[in-house]
Antibody
Framework: EVQLLESGGGLVQPGGSLRLSCVASGITLTTYAMSWVRQAPGKGLEWVSSISGSGGSTYYADSVKGRFTISRDNSKNTLYVQMNSLRVEDAAVYYC???????????WGQGTLVTVSS | DIQMTQSPSSLSASVGDTVTITCRTSQGIRNDLGWYQQKPGKAPKRLIYAASSLQSGVPSRFSGSGSGTEFTLTISSLQPEDFATYFCLHHNYYPQTFGQGTKVEIK
């Protein structure tokens, strides 16, 4: 069974930083692009960032470009996102996801809550 | 960037009804679209991929159609467990974009 487990969420002041992690089990992530998706309270889903299987290509939503950095350590089967210069509007549940696209598999973590408040 | 327009934003329906949700894209995306179901407090679950392929384990009352710029999710014979919020997601290229969501409520 594939499981994605996020950690690292919490309360941070505006302007602060957080690093989220996502550990995968039941699947070897090496060949898969991975993504972060967020959902603000009571709002819809927002794609945040993706990284290719090798880590050589990264993609960001305009809303986080220049502030967030996605990375992965395939030896640890782990995905990360470093979030700097956090804003109130970054507050959300952050999901780690293997968005399947054309592939039959599509997997999500349970989410980790990031609160940005003074 | 591709803009997604999902409609309606909400609908009320009864058990046994057939409901249809639509996503339109600002550019043609072939069939690079999936449909997700989300229940409160839970992660989204994919129902349909490649516009019309049923995800393994998903009941056959869910179906998807469309290509290019217009896509449809149909739920036939709505069941109590289908009351949830539904989202479309295109993966034609980055940035990927979700539709705004459709909340299906009990009439």
């Amino acid at each position: 069974e594939v499981q994605l487990l996020e950690s690292g969420g919490g309360l941070v002041q505006p302007g602060g930083s957080l690093r989220l992690s996502c550990v995968a089990s039941g699947i070897t992530l090496t060949t898969y692009a991975m993504s972060w998706v967020r959902q603000a309270p009571g709002k819809g889903l927002e794609w945040v960032s993706s990284i290719s299987g090798s880590g050589g290509s990264t993609y960001y939503a305009d809303s986080v470009k220049g502030r967030f950095t996605i990375s992965r350590d395939n030896s640890k089967n782990t995905l990360y996102v470093q979030m700097n210069s956090l804003r109130v509007e970054d507050a959300a549940v952050y999901y780690c996801a293997l968005l399947g696209g054309w592939l039959p598999g599509d997997y999500w973590g349970q989410g980790t809550l990031v609160t940005v408040s003074s | 960037d591709i803009q997604m327009t999902q409609s309606p934003s909400s609908l009320s329906a009864s058990v046994g009804d057939t409901v249809t949700i639509t996503c339109r894209t600002s550019q043609g995306i072939r069939n690079d679209l999936g449909w997700y179901q989300q229940k409160p407090g839970k992660a989204p679950k994919r129902l349909i991929y490649a516009a019309s392929s049923l995800q393994s384990g998903v009941p056959s009352r869910f179906s998807g159609s469309g290509s290019g710029t217009e896509f449809t999710l149909t739920i036939s014979s709505l069941q109590p467990e289908d009351f949830a919020t539904y989202f479309c997601l295109h993966h034609n290229y980055y940035p990927q974009t979700f539709g705004q969501g459709t909340k299906v409520e009990i009439k």
